[in-house]
């Protein structure tokens, strides 16, 4: 059953939320330009790996990716799980960028730890971008792998690596994972299995949606449960939500409606 529904997807509140600012978005939900610049070089250092906010020498062995070499780099702050993260950002790329998602899902797997069960849970995130979800998940116990497109997994190792080390109990894994493309090549059914698969702002003005959708069918087992925070932007937005509706039994967990962020818990059919 799992295999015809991917082919079908193929064609067819104790804390308040830690980020110190938003930044802002225009209004078909890009940053923008010159404004997200202010916001975020305001309290950022700017300063890319490799200046003086180097990884630690014990760190640099563990880096297989190298981060993109954007012009500018911010240092943004977070308070999750009773620790401060300090995840690097940059407004050229959407991958580099933490959005309203993210937050919001870091604060529902903060403030229901024990009933996810998160402690030892294997968990894989799609669009990992900067790494605030996965570095979140990873603080709280789980044996997390961070994925994303290539370009976006050396600023991700960084931010995992640098926010991990010495206060997770397992470090956590980056890999590649292009939405639809050789996921059985990389992601053997056999082999891998998931608790969860988390999943923030995916969802946006992009032409992969369909690839997305069975992307995450694909991760998804028997037990196998689907975190899904996104900001609800486009209409589109509301018609893979339709779509997700057809595969996945679907529950809505939480919503923010001052940043039109629902949260969404997804059960794969396999009836």
């Not at 976006?152 to 470090?171: C, D, E, M, P, S």
């Amino acid at each position: 059953m799992a295999a015809a529904v991917m082919d079908v997807c193929l064609h067819s509140g104790q804390q308040q939320p830690r980020r110190l600012r938003e930044a802002p978005c225009a209004p078909d939900g890009g940053l923008e330009p010159a404004a997200a610049e202010g916001a975020l070089q305001e309290d950022g250092t700017g300063i890319p790996p490799g200046g003086s906010n180097k990884i630690e020498p014990s760190l640099r062995s563990l880096q297989k990716f190298v981060p993109t070499d954007y012009a500018s780099y911010t240092q943004e702050h977070y308070v999750f799980a009773g620790t401060e993260i300090v995840i690097q950002e940059s407004i050229e790329s959407y991958g580099a960028v933490v959005w309203p998602g993210a937050t919001a899902l870091c604060q529902y797997l903060e403030e229901h730890t024990e009933e996810l069960n998160l402690q030892d849970a294997k968990i894989l995130e799609i669009g990992a971008g900067p790494g605030l979800v996965s570095t979140v998940a990873s603080i709280l116990g789980a044996q997390v792998t961070a994925t994303d497109l290539p370009d976006v997994l050396g600023n991700l190792q960084y931010n995992l690596l640098k926010n991990t080390l010495k206060r997770a109990a397992h470090l956590p894994e980056v890999k590649e994972l292009v939405w639809g493309a050789s996921l059985e090549q990389h992601f053997p059914r056999s082999t891998f299995y998931y608790d969860y698969v988390l999943a923030s702002d995916v969802v946006y003005h992009h032409y992969f949606l369909d690839k997305l959708l069975a992307t995450m069918v694909y991760l998804c087992h028997p037990g196998t449960v689907l975190l899904w925070a996104n900001k609800f932007r486009f209409s589109t937005d509301y018609e893979f939500l339709d779509k997700f509706k057809q595969v996945f039994d679907t529950t809505l967990l939480a919503e923010f409606p001052e940043s039109s962020v629902k949260i969404f818990k997804g059960i794969l059919k396999w009836d």
